[in-house]
């Protein structure tokens, strides 16, 4: 017995090391102290936009603060007669992983995000890539003054999916990817029901991407609604309008869609989903019909090839024949004149004209 419970016992100690090698290795993952944030200083400014950028980004930062004015009158279109925002710190790094680091004090940021916007707190942070990715600095600096914009108009009440969805109007954000999403949520039904996305946006990446998407396309769609259902009554933002100056004014935001839209947000919602139904629902007739017609036309050009070095061999036959029948004529002999030639003294005139006289 003690023999065996030795063995047992020098069985476990390299366990007992290892265990102890691997807590002592997480310890010091646990110490050691976060990334420094990058050295921000000021590099451009313009009306109420000052960038503090990292260094080497001070080009870009005067591209951004050159055209941020411009980008926030555009915004205010949408909110006529509303509080705008007053002075924005813009915060340039280099990489999306910095965001986190030159957020201010306990905010953070997403570990998907790209910028971020702090409405209350006057200040925005716009990353140049992500990884190897160039990423399109203007674009997200439009997304984000779009939400201070909305923020400083309609103040702290405005849910996630109307801030998310607003931010996306004005800054032209297109990708491929979004609508495969969005193609992929009215195929399969994963639409996220409007209660959970109006509580709160989930944490993690892929269903925020999900919420993000339809949150684009759902406050697209009411921008671009106009005050009745009919699909003609478009194009006019008016309603959309009148709907977040009704939240500004204190309503409800079931309260301000009655108002602008004349039906509460749920049977617009609806509508939306409705209507995204519509939209993707041709869309596999369509690429089928696409693909058939690629498939028609690479079959018509492999043809037309196909039928032109046809030609081409059958002129070379051609060619080839008539060459071989011209070597094969023989030519008749030569026979001479018998006798005299009764030719020779015209011929002789012609040389010597002086035979005539």
Avoid: C
């Amino acid at each position: 017995m003690s023999g065996s419970t030795k063995a047992g016992s020098r069985s476990r100690r390299p366990l007992l090391a290892l265990s102890a090698l691997l807590a002592l290795l997480a310890l010091l993952l646990a110490a050691r102290p976060a990334a420094a944030a990058p050295a921000l200083s000021p590099a451009a400014r313009a009306g109420r936009i000052t960038v503090y950028a990292a260094p080497g980004l001070e080009g870009t930062a005067r591209q951004l603060a050159d055209t941020a004015e411009a980008a926030l009158a555009r915004i205010a279109g949408d909110l006529p007669g509303l509080p705008a925002p007053g002075a924005i710190e813009v915060r340039l790094v280099d990489d999306a992983s910095q965001l986190a680091a030159v957020a201010p004090a306990d905010r953070g940021a997403p570990p998907w995000a790209v910028g971020v916007a702090y409405p209350e707190l006057g200040v925005v942070s716009v990353a140049v890539r992500r990884g190897p990715n160039l990423l399109d600095a203007a674009a997200t600096l439009r997304h984000e003054l779009a939400h201070m914009a909305l923020g400083a108009a309609l103040g702290p009440r405005v849910p996630r999916w109307l801030h998310e969805g607003f931010a996306y109007q004005h800054s032209a954000e297109w990708s491929w990817e979004r609508m495969e999403t969005l193609a992929g949520m009215s195929w399969f039904g994963g639409v996220i029901p409007f209660a959970e996305l109006d509580r709160s946006f989930p944490g993690e990446e892929l269903p925020a991407h999900r919420a993000y998407v339809e949150s684009y396309d759902f406050v697209g769609y009411l921008s671009r609604r106009g005050r009745y259902e009919d699909r003609d009554d478009d194009g006019d933002r008016w309603p959309f309008r009148r709907f977040l100056a009704a939240i500004a004014a204190g309503g409800t935001i079931d309260s301000a869609a009655r108002q602008a839209f004349g039906r509460p947000i749920g049977e617009l919602f609806d509508e939306w989903r409705s209507d995204l139904g519509r939209r993707y629902l041709l869309m596999p007739v369509g690429l089928f019909g696409l693909t058939l017609w690629i498939i028609v036309a690479m079959l018509l050009v492999l043809a037309w090839r196909k039928r032109r070095k046809q030609n081409r061999s059958r002129l070379a036959r051609w060619d080839e024949e008539e060459k071989a029948r011209a070597e094969a004529v023989i030519a008749p002999p030569y026979v001479a004149w018998p006798g005299t030639d009764p030719f020779a003294e015209v011929e002789d005139e012609r040389r010597n004209p002086e035979l005539l006289n």
